[in-house]
């Protein structure tokens, strides 16, 4: 590998599900959304920007038996009751209806019939879930319902940033939230997470030198709040500054220039 795509490497903005690091919030958000897709809940996951939550989700889908499971990410723009139930019917191989009520009824005699069959179970992820409409949150309340709330036909995930747990606790959309049976709020690394994280990172990617100091991990730690894709930002800058540099270290004044040059902190008086 050439030295100046060393940077390129550690911190990379989408990590391989195999090279994830298993920080404890990671590790319990990502046992919820197991149970969320073996007993076929409604389930909520949340984070900041940068959290992590798209990381979580690829390592589910590269973990889930293909034999028992079709998963199904939907990421479309203003997504609609329509789209939503033509995305499903398309991946169920059924031609949709132009109606709604038509496409909700052909696609629970399709789940119903490929739960006879013991075919693929379908596993339902929105992703960008604070942007849904109205009509579709509540439309959400009967898709995974079936035979009056006895049981759902498929696991549903909603994938958002905080608001979409804020907008879920109004009261108009008590129906909704009842329903959500397992949920987790992902939150920034802690300061000895963030160290682990990008030393994790570098031993991943087979580098051991530069080296970043106690010193630049915590103003890293500090300047990113412990958001693994604001972590993986500076410190690739940082990693770049000092190969450039041919620096064997990298330390807080390094952190700094890139923090600076990057507007991220004032320039000191």
């Keep these: 590998m050439a030295t100046n795509d060393l940077w390129l490497v550690p911190f990379s903005r989408a990590p391989e ?23 076929r809940y409604l389930g909520l996951l949340t984070g900041e920007i940068g959290s992590g939550k798209s990381t979580l989700i690829r390592k589910l889908i590269s973990v889930v038996d293909p034999l028992k499971y079709q998963p199904i990410c939907l990421t479309i723009d203003k997504l609609t009751p329509r789209d939503f139930y033509t995305e499903l019917l398309f991946s169920g ?21 490929r739960s006879r069959q013991n075919d693929r179970a379908f596993i339902v992820i ?36 905080p608001e979409l747990r804020r907008t879920l606790m109004l009261n108009h959309y008590a129906a909704l939230a009842q329903r959500i049976q397992l949920s987790y709020h992902l939150t920034g690394l802690t300061k000895e997470q963030s160290f682990q994280y990008i030393r ?70």
């Design 126 to 161: 929105i992703d960008e879930a604070q942007d849904l409409s109205d009509s579709m949150l509540t439309e959400l309340r009967f898709a995974v319902n079936h035979d009056i709330d006895s049981c759902s036909l498929f696991p549903l995930i909603l994938v958002g940033q």
């Design 200 to 269: 994790h990172r570098m031993q991943v990617a087979q580098i051991s030198t530069p080296v970043f100091s106690e010193s630049a991990l915590t103003m890293l730690h500090t300047a990113t709040q412990g958001i693994p894709r604001m972590l993986n930002q500076f410190a690739r800058l940082a990693l770049c500054d000092a190969v450039s540099k041919n620096l064997q270290v990298i330390d807080d004044i390094v952190v700094g220039r890139v923090l600076t040059d990057s507007g991220h902190q004032r320039k000191p008086a």
């Design 93 to 113: 191989g059924e031609k949709p209806p132009y109606s709604v009520t038509k496409a909700k009824r052909l696609l629970k005699e399709l789940l119903v019939e």
């Design 17 to 39: 599900p195999k090279d994830m690091f298993w920080s404890a919030s990671y590790q319990e958000a990502f046992a919820r959304l197991e149970l969320i897709v073996e007993h």
